[in-house]
């Protein structure tokens, strides 16, 4: 049955909202409006991890995602590792995202050591350990990269970070 006296077209809402948002109802009595999807809004950030960086994070692990703030936790939905080449490291761990002070690695896999010690430039792509019962949930915490095993030695590549993740209010 169509709707009557109804318009429509999503263009004649008042508010478009913007790429992050989903239309949401309001109630029988209320046109839906552009929110932020419940949970928290996604955002998108890049962050560079030098070759010094690559060198020292077993011993002195690299905040990537400074702590959200009081009563929130930061949530991790996907990674995108892109490793770039230079000299070839040795040594080194599994490298994975951890709460600070925390040992758990909170992606659904670890950026396996030879895609650091090899001689091609790689990717790839990681979601949320969430759904697993090994990973803790960690209130006002930055998230850190780290590498398990040793300090990776000798190289010159860098590796860079495209994060997808949410704030959510406790």
Partial sequence: MPLQGV???LSNLANKGTATHVLTSNGPSAPPTFQAPGGGAVTATTVSISSANILGMFAT????????GAGK????DEV????TVGTQY??????R?????DTVNILNNTF???NVTGASSVWE????NFVSTTAAVSTNKAIKITNATAAFITGTGTLKLFILYRDITL
């Fill in 97 to 101: 995202l951890q709460y600070d002070g």
């Fill in 112 to 114: 396996a050591t030879g």
């Fill in 125 to 128: 792509q990681m979601s949320s």
């Fill in 90 to 95: 040795a040594n080194g761990g599994n490298v």
């Fill in 80 to 83: 995108v590792f892109s490793f």
């Fill in 61 to 68: 692990p690299v905040e990537v995602l400074a702590a959200p």
């Fill in 73 to 76: 936790i930061r949530i991790i």
């Fill in 7 to 9: 318009n429509k077209t």
